[in-house]
Structures are given as C-alpha cells and as structure tokens.
C-alpha cells in the first residue's frame, strides 16, 4: 500500500509533526535497511537545491547506513555549484551527457533495487533519464516539494509544498531517523553543509520562501558547526568576470519594464557566446528587476536549441506558477516557476519573444490584479 504524504497546511507545527511521523519514518528505514543498491537522482539541468539535496542524502546513506549508494544525473553539475561534491564522490556521481558514464548508468538503474527521485514532481523532469527509470522496476520513493507530483509513478512519497526546498525536507526526514536523533552534529560533515547550500540557494539566501522550519534547519546546522560563511563565499563571491558583465549589459540595455509591471530580459545564442556565458552563471539574474518598486514580476529568457528556457519570478500575491502554466509550457511554485517557449510553435521568430512577453503578461497581469 502506498504511502503518500502530501502536505499544504500554513501551518507549520502541523507539518513537521506529519515529516517526522514515526510510523513513515519507521517505513522508510525498514525499505533503506534491505535495500542492496541505491540510485538517486535529480531534475534535468541541476540546480543548487537538487545536488545539495542529493549529496547530502547520499552522504547519509553511504556514511550512516553503509549502503552502495550513487547520484545520477541527466546534466553535469554546473561550475557555481560544484564545490558542494566531494572529489571522492567522482565515482559516485554518475552523469549521462558524459559518453563514459551512458553504459554504467543503463547498468546501475536497470540493477538498483531502491530509487530516490529528489526535488522534482514528474519522471519527465529527468529528460534522458526517463525511459530508464520508469522501466525501473526498482521501489521509487519521491522526496520533494513542487505542486502537482505525478505520485502514481511512485510507490512511497514525501511531497510537501510548505517547505523551502527539498534539502530542507530531506534535513527533517533526516532528524528523525534513529541515527540522527535529532541532533545535527550527528550528520555527516558533508551532508550537513551540502543540505544547508541547497537551502540557501533555493530560497535565495533567506529572500523568498522561508518559513519557521527553514530557521530551525539553518540555527541547527550553524550550531552543529556548518560554515555559512564558507558557503556564503563560494556561492556569491567566485563569479567570473563575464558574467558580472553580462549582467550590467542586461540590465543597461536590455531591460524592458511593461506598463503593467512585468520587467524581462532575453539573452539569445549570440550574447551568450560573446560573454562566454556557462551553465548555471546566469543563476540569479532573474531576482533582480524585483527590487524596482513598480515590477511586481521578473522574467527571464535564455535561447537554447528551437526554444527559450524560461525563468519566472513574482512578488506576493501574482502567481509566477500560474503565468508560467498558462503562457510558457512550465510551472514551479507558486512565486518561482519556469518553462520554455517554442520557437516556430509560440512564436514565429526569435525576435519575437518579446513582444511575446509582453501580450501575455498583460492578459495575466490585468486578470490576476
């Protein structure tokens, strides 16, 4: 019978007690405990939360509970975030765009007998991965905090929307099981500064998404000993050049702000490649025009191949989840989402995404004020 936990309450208390009900918690060590080989994964194109997330865990798994446990990965793990995996973990983090990696990755999902989906809601989130894991007969646990998961593909769920991210649902889950018991310093090392990163990059260093539980985690890891001010610096202080430069173009020329108070931004193939931009370095771009009083939604636009990757970002009360459902073949949270838009599908050209962006925000904006 499955087991599903989905949480909405606003009211915090209530949550925690359900992530840490002892009878879930007791169900999910038993499936750790006989579980031989463990595979974890993550979204597509990772972010801080994802890999924080799952290094963290995996850390748990394979310092506390002595198991055989890997990361795979659809994408490579971009450069800003890099510093939160171990050297040692080279062999233990599986990534499919490398050509070396494709076999052993076929191997080790099709031999895995437990599957961890972390801080996605969908299978088709894992892009290439996806056929691999749903002919996984595998048990699949889900652990994540996104609206609307597709639980009929798993087979145990911790989803739970009133949280900061999934490495701060994954940081309770781990403070109520028995090895932890609820003392932080009990964590591996790794994993206690690995969940703290994929909590400060998901909420945006503490701007957005914070609730009572998300203090709790971040004074429990801090008294445990974390460096936050290490992390702090290798998040936000190692940027390279181009793109700080990148940045102030954007922001001197490209910058768009409507008449209803949506500001966009779109860099195309050319501008990524004259500021040499990487995967990842634009990571925060999309904040930024929500400091401007009169922008009550931020959107950002990155050319890829036939489409943009879309970035969305709202203040309190407009539904950047809703915006990005309705106009951008996305969703997200209910004040950060993404999606894509389709180049000769959505729109003729490329040179029409702004005009784009414009129409649509002001069909959604003037029906959601």
């Not at 060590?29 to 031989?36: F, H, R, S, Y």
Request: proline share 3%; hydrophobic share 40%; with cysteine.
């Amino acid at each position: 019978m499955k087991c599903n936990i989905i949480c909405k309450f606003a009211n915090e208390t209530k949550m925690l007690m359900n992530i840490k009900n002892k009878s879930d918690i007791e169900k999910l060590c038993g499936i750790i405990n006989k579980a031989c080989k463990i595979t974890l994964t993550v979204h597509a194109r990772p972010d801080g939360d994802a890999i924080g997330s799952s290094i963290g865990f995996m850390h748990y798994l394979t310092e506390l509970k002595s198991k055989d446990a890997k990361l795979v990965i659809a994408d490579p793990v971009p450069d800003n975030i890099s510093f939160i995996v171990p050297e040692t973990d080279s062999g233990n983090v599986l990534t499919y765009s490398h050509a070396q990696d494709k076999q052993e990755i076929a191997d080790r999902i099709k031999s895995s007998d437990l599957i961890f989906c972390l801080d996605f809601n969908n299978l088709s989130r894992t892009s290439d991965l996806e056929p691999m894991f749903t002919e996984s007969t595998a048990e699949k646990i889900l652990i994540d905090h996104h609206p609307e998961p597709d639980l009929s593909v798993f087979d145990e769920s911790f989803s739970m929307i009133e949280v900061s991210s999934t490495a701060e649902l994954i940081f309770h889950i781990l403070m109520a099981m028995p090895e932890i018991g609820n003392d932080a310093s009990k964590l591996p090392e790794i994993s206690a500064a690995a969940l703290l990163t994929g909590m400060t990059t998901d909420t945006n260093n503490f701007a957005n998404s914070v609730f009572p539980s998300t203090l709790d985690m971040a004074s429990a890891l801090l008294e445990a000993g974390v460096d936050r001010d290490g992390i702090l610096a290798m998040l936000y202080n190692r940027y390279r050049e181009n793109r700080i430069r990148l940045l102030g173009f954007l922001l001197d020329k490209k910058l768009v702000i409507t008449r209803k108070g949506a500001a966009y931004m779109v860099i195309d193939k050319k501008t990524a490649d004259k500021y040499d931009i990487r995967e990842g370095e634009t990571e925060g771009f999309v904040n930024i025009p929500l400091a401007i009083e009169d922008v009550c939604m931020s959107i950002l636009l990155k050319e890829d191949n036939g489409f943009f990757r879309v970035s969305i970002r709202s203040k309190k009360g407009i539904s950047a989840n809703e915006c990005a459902k309705r106009f951008f073949n996305g969703g997200g949270h209910e004040n950060a989402a993404g999606g894509k838009l389709y180049i000769q599908t959505d729109i003729k050209k490329k040179a029409d995404a702004g005009d784009y962006i414009k129409k649509s925000t002001d069909i959604f904006l003037t029906q959601d004020i």
